[in-house]
């Protein structure tokens, strides 16, 4: 099976703008997790969709939102950009499965948000 | 609020030689999962190991193997035989069993440099 893709690799932006990240689960994988990683705060969770809805949400500010589609394909966007925003922002799927419990979360390769 | 905590920031090994990193957790969850990811130069994240709380035996994949210490909390990672494709930053991350949307929480991590 492909593993998650991450679209694009890398992006740069300015103070203001926003932006619109793109990932592809596994295939049959329903669950997309959001994190953001940058050196001073390590791993931070976003949010995490299943079957269309989100189901949790980190501490982040309303600038940052996302939504999945019924593929399991999920988007997140920022918007009116800071410097602060820069980060690798990284995208997990997993199965989910019915009945609850989690699962292993398998990570894709990340976009480099740069914030000039 | 459950944590995680990897002591050790960077840590060097010889080529063939045997390195241990550590992980220490806080939950007052009795069932949860534990993983090792791995994260080289490249930044995928890819999952190394994965521990089950309610299963004594300790996990290997092949030269990769834990010590999980439940009453102490502790979760350490062993590699065997290091090769330098080894080289990377360790995340040590937790997920209670019983909530199908809760996210990681991951430590800070540990950078691993192999040295030939």
């Known amino acids: 099976k492909a593993g998650v893709t991450q679209t694009p690799r890398y992006l740069i932006k300015t103070r203001g703008q926003q932006v619109t990240l793109s990932c592809s689960p596994i295939?049959?994988?329903?669950?997309v997790s959001w994190y953001q990683q940058t050196p001073g705060q390590g791993l931070q969770f976003l949010f995490e969709?299943?079957?269309?809805?989100?189901?949790n949400k980190g501490n982040f500010p309303g600038r940052f939102s996302g939504r999945q589609f019924s593929n399991s394909r999920s988007e997140m966007n920022v918007s009116t950009l800071e410097l602060g925003d820069s980060a690798l922002y990284l995208c997990?799927?997993?199965?989910?499965?019915?009945?609850?419990?989690?699962?292993?979360?398998?990570f894709g390769p990340g976009t480099r948000l740069t914030v000039l | 609020a459950q944590t995680v905590t990897q002591s050790q920031p960077e840590m060097s090994v010889q080529e063939a030689e045997t390195v241990t990193l550590s992980c220490t957790y806080d939950?007052?969850?009795?069932?949860?999962?534990l993983f090792w990811y791995k994260q080289p130069p490249s930044r995928q994240m890819i999952l190394v190991i994965r521990?089950?709380?309610?299963?004594?035996q300790n996990a290997t994949e092949n030269r990769f193997s834990v010590n999980f210490q439940k009453a102490a909390k502790s979760f350490s990672l062993k590699i065997s035989d290091s090769q330098l494709g080894d080289t990377a930053m360790y995340f040590c991350?937790?997920?209670?069993?019983?909530?199908?949307?809760?996210?990681?929480?991951f430590g800070k991590g540990t950078r691993l440099s192999v040295i030939a």
């Open positions: 997990a799927s997993s199965l989910s499965p019915s009945g609850g419990g989690p699962d292993t979360q398998y």
């Open positions: 991350a937790f997920i209670p069993r019983n909530s199908g949307n809760t996210p990681l929480v």
């Open positions: 939950t007052s969850e009795n069932n949860y999962y």
């Open positions: 969709y299943f079957s269309e809805t989100q189901r």
């Open positions: 295939s049959g994988h329903r669950s």
């Open positions: 521990q089950e709380a309610y299963k004594q």
